[in-house]
C-alpha cells in the first residue's frame, strides 16, 4: 500500500507493518525539515484553487456556466441549448412562456452563465415571465447531498453515509387525495366507483392544479430535474422527467428510477411522462374536487402528473407505476405489485403483496439474484422490473436478520424520517419518533446479489404474501389456480401500521391485485392476465403468511422471518412442490405436514392456536370478510361470457 510518503508498506506474516520509511531519512540527520518536497500549487489566487478542486465531468450534462462555454464545441452547445428548450417546454405555463436556464450546480456560483443566452423575447406580461430559474438538471448524488445539506432543513449525514431526510407533515401515500381525470377515453377504460382508486376530477381542475404547481416551482430560484427511465425490457422502456423543488426527490427518484447512461441521455429528447412534485405548496381547497390541501393528480392523456401538499417521495415512485399499470396492459404486458428473484438456475418467484407484507424482505435473498423489490412486468419474453431501486422498510431493521438491506445503507441511500443521535449520527431503527414508516431508498446496485439488467425468465412460482392480524391463515398453502386468482383479486393482508397516513394499528384490509391503489383498470382484467400466463408457462401459485400465529394481533405473535424464509426456500428449491399435503375447512387450502427448518406444529394453524373454539370463530369471522369483499367481483365478465369469474368465486372459502 502506498503510505502518502512516496513509500510502499509491506505487510510482514507475524510482524504487523513495516516501519515507515521517510525520504532521505538517516542522510540528512537532524536537519530543520523544509517544505519543498512537492510542486507548488497551480493557482495564483484561493477563488482559482478552489476551480482546481473540481474536475469538469464528462459533457453529459449541461455544463457549468462561466467561461468553459466558449471552449465547448457547437454540437455541445446546441445540445444544450436542445435540453434547455425541452425542460423549459415542461414549465411553461400561461404566467410564462420561456422556461429557465439550464445551469448545472449551484446557482450562485453559476449566475454568470445566464449573459451567454440572451433572454427570449416573450409576450408575457407577468412579473413571473421575467424570472429566471436555475435548473438542476441530473445531478450526482454527491451534489444532491450538498444541496439538501445546505439548504434543506432536516438533511443530515448519517454514521453509515446515508443522508438522512424528513419528509414533512406527511409520512406516508395519501390515496384519499388522488384524482385522475375523467375524459372520453379514461371514462371507458379506467375502473370507477366503488372499490376503484380512481377518483374523477375534469381537465379543466387538472389545469388549474398543474398550473399552481409550475407556478410554484417557477417561483423558486432553483428546481431539480431527473430525466431517467423506467422499465428494463428495452423494448418497453419509459422516459421519465421529475421536476422538483428539492435534493431529497431528486435523489430520490434518482434512486429509485433506472439511471441512463451518459450515451443515453444524450439522445434523451421528450420525456414519455412527467411529474411536477410541488410537494411543499398545497392545493387551493376553493378548487372543485379537492377535498384536503393535497392532491396527487393523474392526466394520462397529457402523461403529466402534479403533486401539491405532500412530500412523501413514495407519492412519485407509485405514482409512475399508476400510470406503468395503464400503459403496459395496453401493450398486453401485465404489470404486477410484486417483488421478484432469481435463482442460480434460472427459476424466477414473484412476491405480491400489500405494503409490509416482505415484498422487500423476502425478495432481498442472499441465495439469489435480486431483480426488484416492488414493481414488475411480465411480458412475452419474461419479466422485467420497472425500477432502478429498492424502497425498504426500517422499522426494526437489523444486520442479522435483514444483512444485505442493511448494509446498502451507505453514502447514496436516501434514509427518509429515522431518528439518529445527534453527535454519533447513529441511526435508531427502533426510534418511531417521526413514524413508523421510515424508509430507504438505494439504487439496487446496492445489493450485491442484484440482476443488472434487472429481467429473467417466465417465473416458475407465483408467491402471494398476506400478513394476517387474525392468525388463522397458514404459513404457507399451494393453491390451484382459480385459488390463486381468489387470493390475487382478494389481495388481503393486515395493513401494518404507517405507509397509508393515519394507520396505526394492523386492521384487516383487501386490495384488489394487492395493489388496489396503483391499478388503473377492473382487477380481473389484470387477473385474467395473470391467469394466462401463469397457466402458460406453468406458474404454481402459494399462499404464504407473513402474519400472525397462535392467535390473532395480540394475542399470537408474528411469524419468525427465519421459519417464513425456510418456507420459502422449500418453495424455490421445489421441494414443496412434491410434499405430503392435507386440505384445510372453509378456505380449502392444501397445507403441507411438514417443511425442514419450520416447526411442524405451526403449519396447521389450530394446532398453534391454545384456544381452538377462539380459532374457528375467527377463521369464520375472516371468511366472512373475503366473502362481502368478493362481492363487487361476482359479475365481471371476461370475454363472451362469465366463466372465468365463477370458477374464480367457487375457489373462495365454503362456509
Ligand atoms: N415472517 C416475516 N416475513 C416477512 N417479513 C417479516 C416477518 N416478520 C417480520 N417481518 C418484517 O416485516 C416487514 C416487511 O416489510 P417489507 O418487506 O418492506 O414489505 P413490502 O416490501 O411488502 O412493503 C419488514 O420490516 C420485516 O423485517
Ligand atoms: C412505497 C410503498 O411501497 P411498499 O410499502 O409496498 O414497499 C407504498 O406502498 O407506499
Ligand atoms: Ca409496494
Ligand atoms: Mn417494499
Not at 10 to 19: A, C, D, E, I, N
Not at 125 to 151: C, G, M, R, W
Not at 296 to 320: F, S, W
Request: proline share 5%; aromatic share 10%; charged share 25%.
Amino acid at each position: 500500500m502506498e503510505n502518502g510518503n512516496g513509500n510502499r508498506n509491506v505487510v510482514m506474516p507475524g510482524k504487523g507493518l513495516t516501519r515507515i520509511q521517510t525520504n532521505g531519512s538517516g542522510k540528512k540527520g537532524n536537519e530543520v525539515c523544509h517544505d519543498d518536497s512537492s510542486l507548488p500549487v497551480k493557482a495564483q489566487t484561493i477563488d482559482e484553487l478552489h476551480s482546481l478542486q473540481k474536475k469538469k465531468s464528462a459533457p453529459t450534462t449541461p455544463i457549468t456556466g462561466s467561461s468553459f462555454v466558449a471552449t465547448f464545441a457547437m454540437s455541445e452547445e446546441e445540445r444544450q441549448r436542445q435540453q434547455l428548450q425541452s425542460i423549459s417546454a415542461s414549465l411553461a405555463s400561461s404566467a410564462r412562456e420561456t422556461g429557465p436556464k439550464v445551469v448545472r450546480g449551484d446557482p450562485g456560483k453559476a449566475f454568470k452563465h445566464v449573459h451567454h443566452h440572451p433572454v427570449v423575447p416573450t409576450i408575457s406580461v407577468s412579473d413571473s415571465a421575467l424570472k429566471f430559474t436555475h435548473v438542476l438538471y441530473n445531478l450526482s448524488p454527491a451534489e444532491l447531498y450538498e444541496q439538501a445539506i445546505k439548504y434543506e432543513k432536516g438533511s443530515f449525514i448519517t454514521s453509515n453515509g446515508a443522508l438522512a431526510t424528513l419528509s414533512g407533515a406527511k409520512t406516508g401515500r395519501a390515496p384519499r387525495d388522488k384524482r385522475v381525470v375523467k375524459d372520453e377515453t379514461t371514462e371507458d377504460e379506467l375502473w370507477w366507483g366503488k372499490g376503484s382508486p380512481n377518483i374523477e376530477m375534469d381537465e379543466h381542475t387538472f389545469m388549474v392544479n398543474r398550473e399552481r404547481a409550475v407556478d410554484y416551482l417557477n417561483s423558486l430560484d432553483k428546481v431539480f430535474v431527473n430525466d431517467q427511465f423506467l422499465n428494463w425490457d428495452p423494448q418497453n422502456k419509459i422516459k421519465v422527467r421529475i421536476v422538483s423543488a428539492r435534493a431529497y426527490h431528486s435523489l430520490f427518484m434518482h434512486n429509485m428510477c433506472i439511471r441512463p447512461t451518459p450515451e443515453e441521455l444524450e439522445d434523451f429528447g421528450t420525456p414519455d411522462f412527467t411529474i411536477y412534485n410541488a410537494g411543499k405548496f398545497p392545493c387551493n381547497r376553493y378548487t372543485h374536487y379537492m377535498t384536503s390541501s393535497t392532491s396527487i393528480d393523474l392526466n394520462l392523456a397529457r402523461r403529466e402528473m402534479v403533486i401539491l401538499g405532500t412530500q412523501y417521495a413514495g407519492e412519485m415512485k407509485k405514482g409512475l407505476f399508476s400510470v406503468m399499470h395503464y400503459l403496459m396492459p395496453k401493450r398486453r404486458i401485465l404489470s404486477l405489485h410484486s417483488g421478484c428473484n432469481m435463482g442460480k438456475d434460472g427459476d424466477v418467484a414473484l412476491f405480491f403483496g400489500l405494503s409490509g407484507t416482505g415484498k422487500t424482505t423476502l425478495s432481498t435473498d442472499h441465495n439469489r439474484y435480486l431483480i426488484g423489490d416492488d414493481e414488475h412486468c411480465w411480458s412475452d419474453n419474461g419479466v422485467s422490473n420497472i425500477e432502478g431501486g429498492c424502497y425498504a422498510k426500517c422499522i426494526d431493521l437489523s444486520r442479522e436478520k435483514e444483512p444485505d438491506i442493511w448494509n446498502a445503507i451507505k453514502f447514496g441511500t436516501v434514509l427518509e424520517n429515522v431518528v439518529f443521535d445527534e453527535h454519533t449520527r447513529e441511526v435508531d431503527y427502533t426510534d418511531k419518533s417521526v413514524t413508523e414508516n421510515t424508509r430507504a431508498a438505494y439504487p439496487i446496485e446496492f445489493i450485491p446479489n442484484a440482476k443488472i439488467p434487472c429481467v429473467g425468465p417466465h417465473p416458475k412460482n407465483v408467491i402471494l404474501l398476506a400478513c394476517d392480524a387474525f392468525g388463522v391463515l397458514p404459513p404457507v398453502s399451494k393453491l390451484n389456480l382459480p385459488q390463486t386468482m381468489y387470493h390475487f383479486i382478494s389481495g388481503y393482508t393486515a395493513l401494518v401500521a404507517g405507509t397509508v397516513d393515519g394507520i396505526k394499528e394492523p386492521t384487516a384490509t383487501f386490495s384488489a391485485c394487492f395493489g388496489a391503489a396503483f391499478i388503473m383498470m377492473h382487477p380481473t382484467k389484470y387477473a385474467a392476465m395473470l391467469a394466462e400466463k401463469m397457466q402458460k408457462y406453468g406458474a404454481t401459485g402459494w399462499l404464504v403468511n407473513t402474519g400472525w400465529s397462535g392467535g390473532r394481533y395480540g394475542v399470537g405473535s408474528r411469524i419468525k422471518l427465519q421459519y417464513t424464509r425456510k418456507i420459502i426456500d422449500a418453495i424455490h428449491s421445489g421441494t414443496l412442490l412434491n410434499a405430503n399435503y392435507k386440505k384445510t375447512e372453509v378456505f380449502g387450502l392444501e397445507i403441507p405436514t411438514k417443511i425442514e427448518g419450520v416447526p411442524s406444529e405451526i403449519l396447521d394453524p389450530i394446532n398453534a392456536w391454545p384456544d381452538k373454539d377462539a380459532y374457528k370463530d375467527t377463521l369464520l369471522k375472516l371468511a366472512g370478510l373475503f366473502k362481502n369483499n368478493f362481492e363487487v367481483f361476482t359479475n365481471y365478465q371476461i370475454g363472451k361470457d362469465n366463466k372465468f369469474t365463477e370458477e374464480i368465486v367457487s375457489a373462495g372459502p365454503i362456509f
